[in-house]
């Protein structure tokens, strides 16, 4: 990881330019639906289920929004990759307070290096000072995207941030590690990837989504970038997880007491 300690002079914080921020959205099954595994165990079956916008990537567009609200950037890009539904995640994304969204088009199942190349071509027509990502996309569960787009763009990264702090020409980011948390200064341009204690995202007001529905989104395809994205991992089984077996009554407090001492388990 590029740590950097120290003061650090940041072009971010340079008065009149255009400082911009890409923050990268995924569309995802929503959080609250049970998804089932498809008969042949290839994947999840994501016929008719309600898709939403992966949780950590809210709290990613909302730290996006608050550092534009501070001043710290003057504008916040969100980009998805996949399908042509992608802009429903956008709008909503325009609706917490994007500035304008970039679709990246594609029927093809996207894995995270190739959403880490497309996110990189999207870095080099825009030239954002920060990314921020979700630190992992809650469907397939990789904590990838955000490493690999860093490492691709040769620049630092701060994944798991809990704070992030932009003052006196400094760029700090505070991480949840095991065991506390860890500060880390660091260069500029950079990539953050957001953890649950970042921030609380705010309630999408119907004014904004109105307002959302008018700013622009710019559709871009992998060939247009020039990006591969066909597939390095192939899927070999999905299955559901175990079936928790259910539970007993017990007729009173000692044979509880009784059980939890013999018959209870550290999972
Ligand atoms: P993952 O590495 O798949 O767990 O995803 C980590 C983060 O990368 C997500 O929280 C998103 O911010 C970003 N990401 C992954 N896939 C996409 C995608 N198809 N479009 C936009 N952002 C994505």
Redesign the pocket.
């Known amino acids: 990881m590029g740590q950097y300690k120290g003061s650090v002079e940041l072009r971010i914080l340079d008065q009149g330019n255009d400082v911009k921020l890409l923050v990268?959205?995924?569309?995802v099954a929503d959080y609250n639906v049970k998804v089932r595994v498809i008969a042949d165990a290839s994947g999840v079956d994501l016929d008719g289920v309600k898709m939403s916008m992966?949780p950590?990537?809210e709290i990613?567009v909302e730290e996006a929004v608050c550092l534009k609200e501070k001043g710290v950037v003057t504008e916040v890009i969100a980009?998805?990759?996949?399908v042509a539904q992608?802009q429903e995640t956008l709008r909503t994304a325009l609706a917490i307070g994007a500035d304008r969204g970039v679709l990246v088009q594609t029927e093809a199942e996207?894995q995270?290096l190739a959403?880490a190349k497309l996110?990189k071509a999207v870095a080099e027509r825009e030239q954002p000072q920060l990314v921020i990502?979700?630190?992992?996309?809650i469907d397939?569960?990789?904590?990838?995207?955000?490493q690999m787009l860093a490492a691709l763009l040769g620049w630092g990264q701060a994944t798991f941030a809990s704070k992030v702090v932009v003052d006196a020409g400094t760029l700090q980011v505070t991480r949840e590690v095991d065991g506390g948390r860890e500060t880390v200064g660091l260069k500029i341009p950079a990539v953050i990837?957001t953890d649950l204690r970042l921030n609380e995202p705010r309630y999408v007001t119907l004014p904004n989504i109105m307002k959302a529905k008018k700013k622009p989104v710019a559709t871009l395809t992998p060939e247009g970038l020039g990006v591969d994205v066909s597939h390095r991992l192939k899927t070999i089984k999905v299955v559901e997880p175990p079936k928790r077996s259910a539970g007993v009554k017990v007729p009173d407090v000692a044979t509880l007491l009784d059980k939890l001492k013999h018959q209870a388990k550290v999972i």
């Open positions: 990268a959205v995924k569309r992966n950590f990537d990613a980009v998805s990759c996949g992608c996207l995270p959403v996110l990502l979700g630190k992992q996309a397939d569960d990789c904590n990838q995207t955000a990837s």
